[in-house]
């Protein structure tokens, strides 16, 4: 069994911080990708930023300059730290990991349960 847990959500005023974890858990033998996505109310669910195991990372156009994504391959954790905040922020954030399981052939995409990040003064 796999399990992505997600921390660190809430409210948070414009122009604020904060900082989002996610750590992978379960019989897991590698995670090629970690990464975080988000969706508001009534829209699609978004790419926000993604880091490969390698330490390569891709962001939104949104939150470029704004967030910055790390890992610890050693833990099996994402993190995104949140800087500048805006109202367009607000969402639900959701981790997911592109990962193989131990004695598993391949490779399947694993999401955790979400965690609201909320954006208001």
């Known amino acids: 069994q796999v399990q992505l847990v997600e921390s660190g959500g809430g409210l948070v005023q414009p122009g604020g911080s904060m900082r989002l974890s996610c750590a992978a858990s379960?019989?897991?033998?590698?995670?090629?990708?970690m990464g975080w996505y988000r969706q508001a109310p009534g829209k699609e669910r978004e790419l926000v930023a993604t880091?490969?195991?390698?330490?390569?990372?891709n962001y939104a156009d949104s939150v470029k300059g704004r967030f910055t994504i790390s890992r610890d391959n050693a833990k099996n954790t994402v993190v995104l730290q949140m800087n500048s905040l805006k109202s367009e922020d607000t969402a639900v954030y959701y981790c997911?990991?592109?990962?193989?399981?131990?004695?598993?052939?391949?490779?399947?995409?694993?999401w955790g349960q979400g965690t609201q990040v909320t954006v208001s003064s």
């Open positions: 997911n990991a592109h990962l193989r399981r131990l004695s598993s052939a391949y490779m399947l995409s694993y």
């Open positions: 379960g019989n897991i033998e590698s995670i090629n990708l």
């Open positions: 880091i490969t195991s390698g330490g390569n990372t």
